[in-house]
């Protein structure tokens, strides 16, 4: 009797395989660290593919948010937050904005101690030549320190226009960090950023690879977007550092929005990024004086360089969100924010790959007659995700929601409001990543002017958009339908 051929062996491994995919993914289940649509979707690859399908969920599927950083980042937090959560909330009852919204108020107070802060100056952006101009003003215009936190900082013109106005800050003698993630940023050259640490500055990767593009924390990504200058002013949004932001990329256009603050929630972006930072640092943040109820006088606030009048008077909640939390906060601040609209709601995501309970609620909305908008990219930068986006819309156009494809290049915006007087911005998209994989942040605006210019600016991106309506989609092509059947089927893994 020969040895066993190599298709034998294959065949062997292959079951031995499946057997053990089938119980690691029970053991996963029955500690609840997976969903039940991420145990089917993984269930689907591994026993279809078990070697690969073994490896991919060692290097993607593996949950890590009840291991070794759920309590490390919470403490600074709770030592800041837990003597001040009544006083606050004291507070928010006295504001007009707030009084019909203290249902969220309270919802985000309760799971990620997010306080309300009223003395906040707001510049909306929705363009990145304009917005980078701004953040390097800002820079240029720094006396004592900056912080900026980006998922992707490109070595391309941008980003080495940027990097050179933190060099020169650095060399200046401030305070300069650059925070920067082991995914978004991957492909860049560590060399690149080694410039601003000989400049005086410092850099950090956010779950560095274990060895060049490989590491066991890839499916954990900080998304977060920030930058600090001198705790005076802070900017959030969707729009990363590179050329593809100022429509250099084969994309065109980058439809993208973010926020100028200058105020006390400026202290609530800061926390986050020293927590991040903090995390893992050689070199970590300490004594650092973060305020997050400081009384900004006037004669404080910059003006923006685009000559813009700043909105006044916003009260907001920064919400953070990712795997460190107990709660998965912005997915439940988005889904309180669109159960609340009762005229208008209207929604700008990139991806749209909504959990059970955020889908049936934008139908129910939708069903019960408020005007429900949804605008989406009509073309991808990531293919599966755009395919599974594009599976969820027959049921959402079914109960009413409108749906809107952007054509003008990429819409890249993470925007909602309801009913003209609440809003959110950040970085978090309509999707199951965001709400429970990625590190997140997004502001919680309570302010009628200001989500009237956010409302004008959807509006006007209608021009740019052509309608969908449940005829043309129930007669897309047969292969568009088998994408979007197979991208749905993982798509709570992507």
Not at 4 to 23: A, K, Q, T
Not at 122 to 130: N, S
Not at 174 to 182: A, H, T
Request: charged content about 25%; some cysteine.
């Amino acid at each position: 009797m020969g040895l066993p051929s190599w298709g034998e062996v294959w065949i062997l491994l292959s079951w031995l395989f499946r057997i053990l995919n089938v119980y690691w993914i029970l053991q996963e289940m029955r500690s609840k660290r997976l969903s039940a649509a991420a145990v089917w979707a993984w269930l689907l690859v591994m026993l279809t593919v078990p070697v690969p399908g073994f490896f991919l969920y060692i290097y993607f599927g593996r949950d890590l948010r009840k291991t070794r950083f759920a309590d490390k980042e919470s403490r600074d937090l709770d030592v800041l937050m837990a003597h001040r959560q009544e006083e606050l909330f004291d507070q928010g009852i006295v504001l007009p904005e707030l009084e019909d919204h203290m249902a969220s108020v309270r919802l985000q107070l309760a799971q990620d101690d997010s306080i309300v802060t009223d003395d906040n100056a707001i510049d909306l952006f929705v363009d990145g030549a304009a917005l980078f101009v701004s953040q390097l003003d800002d820079i240029q215009k720094a006396k004592s320190y900056i912080f900026i936190q980006s998922y992707i900082f490109r070595q391309d013109e941008l980003g080495r226009q940027f990097m050179e106005a933190l060099c020169q800050k650095a060399r200046e003698g401030l305070e300069v960090r650059l925070l920067v993630d082991g995914m978004g940023s991957m492909l860049v050259p560590r060399r690149f950023f080694r410039q601003l640490e000989r400049a005086g500055g410092k850099v950090e990767t956010f779950f560095p690879p274990f060895v060049p593009y490989l590491h066991f924390q890839i499916n954990y990504r900080n998304h977060r977007k920030l930058l600090i200058v001198d705790g005076v002013v802070g900017y959030i949004g969707g729009f990363n550092v590179g050329d593809e932001y100022v429509g250099k990329g084969p994309l065109g256009y980058w439809r993208d929005t973010h926020l100028r603050f200058q105020g006390s929630a400026v202290g609530g972006m800061e926390l986050r990024f020293v927590q991040d930072w903090n995390y893992g640092a050689e070199d970590p943040i300490q004594d650092h004086p973060i305020s997050l109820l400081r009384e900004y006088r006037e004669e404080e606030l910059r003006p923006c360089i685009t000559g813009a009048k700043a909105i006044r008077h916003v009260p907001v909640q920064m919400v953070s969100g990712g795997p460190d939390a107990k709660w998965p906060t912005i997915r439940n601040g988005f889904l309180r924010l669109i159960s609340s609209a009762r005229r208008k709601l209207y929604i700008q995501t990139p991806y749209l790959i909504p959990d059970d309970t955020i889908r049936e609620t934008l139908k129910m909305a939708a069903l019960s007659g408020v005007d429900v908008r949804l605008m989406l990219p009509d073309k991808p930068d990531h293919p599966c995700i755009f395919w599974a986006s594009m599976s969820y819309v027959e049921e959402l156009l079914q109960a009413g929601v409108r749906c809107y494809a952007y054509h003008n290049g990429f819409l890249h915006s993470k925007v909602i409001t309801a009913d003209g007087e609440v809003s959110s911005v950040g970085t978090a998209n309509l999707d199951v990543r965001s709400f429970s994989l990625n590190f997140e942040q997004s502001a919680f605006l309570y302010h009628r002017e200001l989500t009237a210019e956010l409302d004008a600016a959807f509006e006007a991106d209608l021009a740019q958009c052509s309608e969908i309506t449940l005829e043309a989609y129930q007669q897309r092509p047969l292969w568009n339908r088998i994408r979007e059947a197979v991208c749905r089927m993982i798509s709570p893994i992507l």
